[in-house]
């Protein structure tokens, strides 16, 4: 679930040491549908009609689900999900932006659509796809992983496919690793660029369970040794 609370200020990626990905194919394992719920007479439903509408909606669902298998290394035996369809609804309710029910049905704000004050409400849109889309298709450890390392990674593969949110925090910042969202995500990169396809190797572990104890597996460092190094080398990172 999206909220403005998840969102600080502008997370710096060091984008220099993180490899960026481009994934421009489209994803012809899943059907994608697009609803707009969001009446014309509100300024967000207009705004969605006009600036983004269900073909460009479309083209995103499929682009960021071709993005998020790459990124998180599923190239066969994915998540049984076959139908996957998103919602414009006109208010979300709990100051909610977007989120995911029932497995694979993604739902957007279209009054926060509307109220969006960024430079490019398409790329907004495209970003909570990704992160939406993520949830959709990531291995949640049977139900054991934390909303703080769902949303987290969700998040890291949004700034992998460069729809950073404008309000993240910067590269280094947070108080303990399990914040969630922009503040795991820049903890997981720290993770990705000390340990090569660090979040794939463990979404692949996160399909038969969780435990912290995945952190110490894969890295050899316990997940509070990896915060401390995290925030020792960049908790001053400006992003300059």
Same mark, same amino acid.
């Given at each position: 679930?999206?909220?403005?609370n ?6 710096l ?5 993180l ?6 194919t ?8 697009v609803?707009?719920k ?9 705004r ?5 509408g269900?073909?460009?909606?479309k ?7 071709s993005?998020v298998?790459?990124?998180?290394g ?5 998540k ?13 309710g709990e ?6 029910s029932?497995?694979?049905n #993604?739902?957007?704000?279209? =009054?926060?659509?509307? !109220?969006?004050? *960024?430079?490019?409400v398409k790329?907004?849109f495209?970003?909570?796809i990704?992160h939406?889309?993520?949830?959709v ?7 054991q992983?934390p909303?703080?390392?769902?949303t ?11 729809y ?15 914040q969630?969202y922009?503040?795991?995500?820049g ?8 340990h ?8 692949k572990k ?11 597996e894969?890295?050899?460092?316990? #997940?509070?040794?990896?915060? =401390?190094?995290?925030? !020792?080398?960049? *908790?001053?990172f400006?992003?300059?």
């Amino acid at each position: 679930m999206l909220t403005p609370n998840h969102h600080h200020s502008r997370l710096l990626l060091p984008l220099s040491l993180l490899l960026l990905v481009t994934i421009p194919t489209t994803c012809d394992a899943y059907n994608f549908s697009v609803t707009n719920k969001a009446p014309v007479t509100t300024i967000g439903g207009l705004r969605y009609a006009i600036e983004i509408g269900e073909r460009y909606s479309k083209i995103v669902m499929s682009h960021s689900a071709s993005t998020v298998l790459h990124v998180l290394g599923v190239h066969d035996g994915g998540k049984p999900v076959k139908d996957i369809s998103l919602t414009i609804e006109e208010d979300l309710g709990e100051g909610r932006w977007a989120y995911v029910s029932d497995i694979s049905n #993604i739902h957007v704000s279209g =009054s926060y659509i509307g !109220s969006y004050k *960024g430079r490019d409400v398409k790329k907004e849109f495209a970003g909570l796809i990704y992160h939406c889309m993520t949830l959709v298709l990531q291995w949640n450890g049977n139900g054991q992983a934390p909303a703080w390392l769902l949303t987290g990674i969700a998040d890291f593969v949004r700034a992998r496919a460069h729809y950073p949110g404008d309000n993240w925090v910067n590269f280094g910042k947070g108080d303990k690793w399990d914040q969630g969202y922009d503040v795991t995500t820049g903890f997981l990169i720290y993770c990705e660029l000390q340990h090569r396809r660090f979040v794939a190797k463990l979404n692949k572990k996160m399909k038969y369970g969780y435990n912290d104890g995945l952190f110490l597996e894969l890295t050899g460092k316990s #997940i509070a040794q990896l915060w =401390s190094d995290y925030k !020792s080398t960049y *908790g001053n990172f400006s992003g300059q």
